[in-house]
């Protein structure tokens, strides 16, 4: 199973600062890359970031280079997103899943695990 946990997803003004942060269970945590991803209003589900299984590799979406970063600590199960310098875009639903793989990826086909989700809002 994955989940979100707290501190998570809220209202924030542009230019902010959230944490998201995710824990998995079942089979060697370590073993498993995780990604997040999200969804906007009448948009499609993009790729935010992914990490390696072990935290070894990071890939990041063009739009939040620099001002996101994915990380992850394996003794607590559990993988962040820091979100700085938020921006209005940014708003949308955010997912934690799981892969099937150790090597960070952002191919929705190797996933076998979603968090339920947590809304973002960014305001002016």
């Known amino acids: 199973q994955v989940q979100l946990v707290e501190p998570g997803g809220g209202l924030v003004q542009a230019g902010g600062s959230l944490r998201l942060s995710c824990a998995a269970s079942?089979?060697?945590?370590?073993?498993?890359?995780i990604s997040w991803f999200r969804q906007a209003p009448g948009k499609e589900r993009e790729f935010v970031a992914g990490?390696?299984?072990?935290?070894?590799?990071?890939i990041y979406a063009d739009f939040v280079k620099g001002r996101f970063t994915i990380s992850r600590d394996n003794a607590k199960n559990t993988v962040y997103l820091q979100m700085n310098s938020l921006k209005p875009e940014d708003t949308a639903v955010y997912y934690c899943?799981?892969?099937?793989?150790?090597?960070?990826?952002?191919?929705?086909?190797?996933?076998?695990?979603w968090g339920q989700g947590t809304q973002v809002t960014v305001s002016l």
């Open positions: 899943a799981r892969a099937r793989v150790s090597v960070a990826t952002k191919n929705e086909a190797l996933f076998d695990g």
């Open positions: 990490i390696s299984g072990s935290g070894g590799t990071t």
């Open positions: 079942g089979r060697t945590f370590s073993s498993s890359a």
